[in-house]
């Protein structure tokens, strides 16, 4: 009896009214004041990233030879991502013993979520984006940089449709990696699951080079495929609902993005999520880059094969639309588990 009782306790506080609420107030959080005050050190992506890798990034990255061996590559990758895991964790933990010490009338969790969360810091990087794209020659220093900070790309190894591909699929990966995943699992198991998961996809992101780390982001790598699968599938759901609601996007063309192998994303390129993307605005994604260290990274084309890769702003538009609409469906669907709740 007692362990049925915990096991359906167990089954209660799973996407629980508290934790659907805190992850709806956590949405407009990361959305509005991300657009407002911009990416922390030009980095759109989760907050939590950004701190862990000023802290340990660096100083890994300076261990990546590309003329080591694989398996020595992959021992130091290893040892570098459980102590970015490790250090994610602890700020995880420390944070969550003041919320249990300080509650604050239920304010401070979603603080500390949003922490593991990325919004409006996206749609900010790419309205600058946007904007340079539109200024040409008279373009700012500084246009790029939170979106090169945030892909971690060289946008100098590429050309403007090249930069705008590179936008447009880190809006899609940031959607999966920095928003449905941590938000997937603080709904399954609170903030320590969600702080886990956003350590392990910090380091992928800090580490892994796209899957071309040559063994260094191996392990990073593969936690994150482990943790990252399931709520991936929910990452393409959305934006495939999202299409439906965004000018020249088409749901069809997004439903066949699941079926098709010619053309579709591998997962450590960005996967399903940027398959979808591709196929529903009608474009072509991905394509051999360098990244700020130096390394070719030889991605994938996706997409459908009469797709443009010749991409511009209008295409970045219907993309930050996009997103804007999956953010809003991910509200919509909060707001109804709320309902369910009251009506059961």
Request: with cysteine; net charge positive; hydrophobic share 50%.
């Amino acid at each position: 009896m007692n362990s049925d009782h915990s096991f359906d306790k167990i089954l209660e506080t799973i996407a629980s009214p508290d934790r659907l609420m805190v992850a709806l107030i956590t949405l407009l959080v990361v959305s509005i004041v991300g657009v407002v005050m911009g990416p922390l050190y030009g980095n759109a992506n989760p907050m939590l990233w950004t701190l862990v890798d000023r802290i340990i990034g660096s100083i890994a990255r300076k261990t990546y030879k590309p003329e080591r061996s694989v398996t020595s590559l992959a021992f130091r990758g290893t040892i570098f991502t459980f102590l970015f895991i490790f250090i994610a964790v602890t700020i995880g933990i420390a944070l969550y013993l003041l919320r249990r010490n300080f509650p604050l009338y239920g304010i401070v969790e979603p603080l500390i979520l949003s922490l593991t969360l990325s919004g409006g810091a996206v749609w900010f990087a790419l309205f600058k984006l946007r904007k340079a794209l539109e200024e040409g020659s008279k373009v700012q220093y500084g246009s790029y940089y939170p979106l090169a900070v945030s892909s971690r790309t060289d946008l100098n190894s590429t050309d403007d449709y090249g930069i705008t591909r590179c936008g447009i699929g880190f809006m899609a990966t940031s959607f999966d990696k920095g928003f449905i995943a941590p938000l997937f699992w603080y709904l399954i198991g609170g903030l320590p699951l969600a702080f886990l998961y956003a350590a392990i996809s910090g380091s992928a992101w800090a580490f892994g080079k796209q899957g071309f780390s040559k063994g260094f982001g191996t392990a990073a790598l593969w936690l994150e495929k482990l943790f990252g699968c399931l709520p991936h599938l929910l990452s393409a759901l959305f934006l495939s609902c999202a299409s439906l609601f965004t000018p020249t996007a088409r749901l069809t063309r997004s439903l066949a993005g699941y079926f098709v192998r010619k053309g579709a994303c591998p997962y450590n390129e960005g996967g399903l999520v940027m398959t979808i993307t591709a196929r529903a605005l009608n474009i072509s994604l991905g394509g051999p880059v360098q990244d700020v260290d130096g390394s070719t990274l030889k991605r994938a084309w996706v997409g459908s094969p009469t797709s443009s890769a010749r991409l511009d702003r209008n295409h970045l538009n219907r993309a930050i639309y996009l997103s804007i609409m999956g953010y809003v469906l991910v509200a919509a669907a909060l707001i109804a588990g709320l309902l369910l709740h009251k009506i059961l």
